[in-house]
């Protein structure tokens, strides 16, 4: 009958071979035993994530500063390019009329181009173009010549000033042979119809800077140029001596 009890204790060492080391392996164990392995950092310094960026909401755009400067003169002689416009959103409208360069109320005309009736004009960090035409397309705007613009100097001065009266000459003469073509093409005119292209034509001729016909303007004709900004309002005080 002692062979069950040999049994027994056979079972009972073995059970105590698999569940002590069992049970220590439960135990549990803090950080603090690799502790000098964390710190000679084996795989390298732990780097905090980026916070996502924040969205900055986008405020209303700003409409153009020129959406109230109506062109209405650009003239040409031997000092340069000369730019009128009028500024219609003051009451009553302000004209102005500077060279390239020239600067007023924080209107700086920064470019001109004659033959394309356009102007650059800048106001704090903007650039804006304004024409004789009204809306300009800011595609189709190019480059306009180093001569026309308040900066990028050219390398040699005397070079400049001798290709803008050169430039001027030939603009010149263009303009003159134009003025006999369409005197030529120009049908005779009688009556009323004459009167009314005197009129347009002395209009013109005030609006250029142009000595004017010895013509006297009708009250519509001076409403018009005082709208425009060409001529002073007949009520406004004479400049000061």
Known sequence: MRKPRHISF????????VVGPATAALQTYTFDRYASILQ?????E????????????RGPVAPPFTQDIKMCAITEDDSGIKVGFVNVAIKPPKSYLLRVGEAEDDILLVRADYDREMALLKKGDR??????????????????????SASGP?????????????????????RREAVRVREVESPKL?????????????????????????MQLTEDMDAQLVSEGVLPPADAAPPAP
């Open 10 to 17: 056979a079972i009972a060492v073995l059970l105590a071979a």
């Open 40 to 44: 000679r950092q084996p795989f390298g």
């Open 46 to 57: 732990v780097t905090a994530e980026a916070p996502p960026p924040v969205a900055v909401p």
């Open 127 to 148: 650039e804006e173009w304004i024409s004789m035409a009204g809306a300009v397309d800011m595609a189709a705007v190019g480059d306009p010549a180093p001569a026309m």
């Open 154 to 174: 050219l390398p040699n001065r005397a070079i400049q000033d001798s290709s803008r009266r050169v430039s001027y000459a030939e603009r010149r003469r263009r």
């Open 190 to 214: 009688e009556g009323e119809e004459l009167k009314k292209h005197l009129e347009q034509y002395q209009m013109d001729l005030i609006r250029n800077g142009m000595p004017p016909l010895p």
